[in-house]
Nanobody, 125 residues
Framework: QVQLVESGGGLVQAGGSLRLSCAAS????????MGWFRQTPGKEREFVAH????????LYSDSVKGRFTISRDNAKNTVYLQMKSLKLEDTAVYYC??????????????????WGQGTQVTVSS
């Protein structure tokens, strides 16, 4: 298991940008594919973005494609989510996720082996 700690959440106006970071513990970070999910009260946790072991492969949900960018730095054991052109509907708790496999379709919550504690992102009008 890998331990994950998110940071970078906060309050931002619609149209603004925010970058989330997720720091992973351990020396096996590069053996995990990484992802971001988000959740709002009363709704299921939903997939946002996924990145392969080296960072060369990425996958996004349709709702964030073209606005969000996932990246990773294996030397720093960190995965990032750069969010631009934020919308009110992007408001959620964002969770960092680690998995052993790469998925060509959006991974489900059952595909995830480790979760971070979550960081709140609030987009205001």
């Amino acid at each position: 298991q890998v331990q994950l700690v998110e940071s970078g959440g906060g309050l931002v106006q619609a149209g603004g940008s925010l970058r989330l970071s997720c720091a992973a513990s351990g020396r096996t970070f590069s053996s995990y594919t990484m992802g971001w999910f988000r959740q709002t009260p009363g709704k299921e946790r939903e997939f946002v973005a996924h990145i392969g072991w080296t960072g060369s492969s990425t996958l996004y949900s349709d709702s964030v494609k073209g606005r969000f960018t996932i990246s990773r730095d294996n030397a720093k054991n960190t995965v990032y989510l750069q969010m631009k052109s934020l919308k009110l509907e992007d408001t959620a708790v964002y969770y960092c996720a680690a998995a052993r496999n790469w998925y060509v379709r959006p991974p489900s919550v059952t595909d995830i082996g480790s979760w971070g504690q979550g960081t709140q992102v609030t987009v205001s009008s």
